[in-house]
């Protein structure tokens, strides 16, 4: 668990620094601009969240009681409120137009992104707790917080809700 939590912060870190930048520069101007993605980088929560848990956890630091129920009782709903959302978010929306995208999205992460891991886990020598850990959060379907990106960024919402069901 301590692997995969690493590993969850390293990728969110990257994901939010240099990811957003390499979408901005993908848009071609078509995205809002760096005021908006200085924004969403300040008022990212799950950036700043993933930096103060690995802060916490490399200074060993743990929580007071109350605090450790309270937000574990917060982080509970977390996926059943972002699957809520993104069911709102679907209503009265089809996908019959998206569906050669979705089988392309679907077979990018649920097959090649794994493959790439694993090729690259090689390369590295990566070996034991941690490889697995890399590995199955390779497999792992797309997250509710790509949506949240792709409406920030006024991405195409609703293809991302559809392949976050799809995968």
Not at 44 to 54: D, T
Not at 127 to 133: F, L, N, S, V, Y
Not at 154 to 159: E, G, I, K
Request: hydrophobic share 55%; charged share 10%; proline share 4%.
């Amino acid at each position: 668990l301590g692997a995969a939590a690493v590993i969850a912060t390293a990728h969110n870190i990257v994901i939010f620094t240099l990811g957003l930048l390499l979408v901005n520069l993908i848009c071609e101007g078509s995205c809002p601009g760096m005021a908006g993605l200085k924004r969403l980088l300040l008022r990212n929560v799950v950036l700043w969240a993933s930096l103060a848990g690995l802060a916490a956890s490399l200074l060993s630091v743990q929580p007071p009681g109350l605090l450790r129920t309270v937000l574990s009782s917060v982080g509970a709903t977390a996926m059943p409120l972002g699957l809520f959302t993104l069911g709102v978010g679907l209503y009265g929306k089809t996908v019959a137009g998206n569906i050669p995208k979705l089988a392309f999205l679907t077979a990018l992460k649920l097959f090649v992104l794994p493959l790439f891991y694993l090729f690259t886990a090689y390369l590295l020598g990566f070996e034991g707790t941690a490889a697995r850990a890399g590995y199955l959060q390779a497999c792992m379907p797309v997250a509710v917080m790509t949506y949240v990106l792709a409406k920030e960024f006024d991405f195409d919402a609703n293809l991302v809700s559809q392949s976050i069901v799809f995968t």
